[in-house]
């Protein structure tokens, strides 16, 4: 069992930038391959970001590429998305997801194992 809490949403303008971060409570944190989720009010949940065991490879959505960044750090068992210019159809709820087994370029959330239960960003023009 893998327990996954994420933190660092917020409230922020248009063009500014947020960095959650996600912390697994597993010290085998490195055998799982992380990604970000988001789920916009009244929409289905998507894929944002991946990034492999290592931290070696990662794979984005089109229409966050150049301006999030997905980052890991095994030895803190944490996984980071840093988000710049941020634009108001960035708002979501975003998730943190483990999988033990898999690729970083497969983006089903049903290929995930574990789940945390989200921190949402909200922007404003």
């Known amino acids: 069992q893998v327990h996954l809490v994420e933190s660092g949403g917020g409230l922020v303008q248009a063009g500014a930038s947020l960095r959650l971060s996600c912390a697994a409570s597993k010290h085998t944190f490195s055998n799982y391959v992380m990604g970000w989720f988001r789920q916009a009010p009244g929409k289905e949940r998507d894929f944002v970001a991946g990034?492999?065991?290592?931290?070696?490879?990662?794979h984005y959505r089109e229409s966050v590429k150049g301006r999030f960044t997905i980052s890991r750090d095994n030895a803190k068992n944490t996984v980071y998305l840093q988000m710049n210019s941020l634009k108001p159809t960035d708002t979501a709820v975003y998730y943190c997801?483990?999988?033990?087994?898999?690729?970083?370029?497969?983006?089903?959330?049903?290929?995930?194992?574990?789940w945390g239960t989200g921190t949402p960003v909200t922007v404003f023009s």
């Open positions: 997801a483990a999988k033990r087994y898999g690729i970083v370029t497969n983006t089903d959330e049903n290929a995930m194992d574990y």
């Open positions: 990034i492999s065991r290592a931290g070696g490879s990662t």
